[in-house]
């Protein structure tokens, strides 16, 4: 089975930088989403992780240790917008190739 | 990515009916999950719809009460059926196609029951 934990809810300023965590266990890793979702609205893709190492686009970057079972989303140049829920998803290989979302972070940016 | 229409967008139905969704993908897709989010929580798998047999369901959720078919690779439908109030909610239809690619989701049905 899989377990996802990620902190329920995070607060920072506009034009900072934030990093959301997330840790999981799971029997068969195959890859670790990020998606944004903003109220009332679905989920839309972020980043994917399945090696190590840091992946980076534009304002968004991802990182993964397969080792620690960790990964962290890092948001720069923060913006009143990226005010929304971010999902951290496990696929598992050994889950009919399913992926097994947390919680979810709700990130609340202030001015 | 695949792009993926549901429908529809929303609807208000009567305590007792039933209410099908449709989800259309512009190509061909291995997978296509059906998901529910009540208000202020995550995402909460329904079932995975396989293509030419019966959909396979997570704890908690069956088939009366989730019918889904899905006739093609390119299309899905769920019904939620003999709704009542608890059923509020919204649901998301999702693709993956598959190694290395991310699911990615309709832009969801948000149901209300009166």
């Known amino acids: 089975g899989q377990n996802i934990d990620q902190p329920t809810e995070m607060t920072a300023t506009e034009g900072a930088i934030v990093q959301i965590n997330c840790t999981y266990q799971t029997s068969g890793f195959n890859g670790l989403f990020w998606y944004q979702q903003h109220a009332g609205e679905a989920p839309t893709f972020l980043s994917y992780?399945?090696?190590?190492g840091l992946e980076e686009k534009g304002r968004f970057s991802s990182f993964l240790s397969r080792s620690k079972g960790y990964s962290y989303l890092l948001l720069k140049e923060l913006q009143m917008k990226d005010s929304a829920s971010y999902l951290c998803?496990?696929?598992?290989?050994?889950?009919?190739?399913?992926?097994?979302f947390g919680d979810g972070t709700t990130l609340t940016v202030k001015p | 990515s695949a792009v993926i229409s549901q429908k529809p967008s929303r609807d208000i139905c009567q305590r007792g009916t039933s209410l099908t969704i449709q989800c259309q993908v512009d190509?061909?897709?291995?997978?296509m999950f059906w998901y529910r989010q009540q208000p202020g929580q995550s995402l909460t798998l329904i079932a995975t719809a396989n293509q030419g047999s019966e959909a396979t369901y997570e704890s908690g959720f069956v088939i009366d009460k989730f019918p889904i078919s899905r006739p093609n690779l390119t299309f899905s439908t769920l019904t939620v059926s003999n709704m009542s109030p608890e059923d509020s909610s919204i649901y998301l239809c999702?693709?993956?196609?598959?190694?290395?690619?991310?699911?990615?989701f309709g832009d969801g049905t948000r149901l209300s029951i009166l």
């Open positions: 998803a496990v696929r598992d290989s050994t889950n009919a190739g399913k992926s097994t």
């Open positions: 190509s061909q897709v291995t997978m």
């Open positions: 992780n399945v090696l190590d």
């Open positions: 999702s693709v993956d196609q598959g190694e290395g690619q991310p699911q990615h």
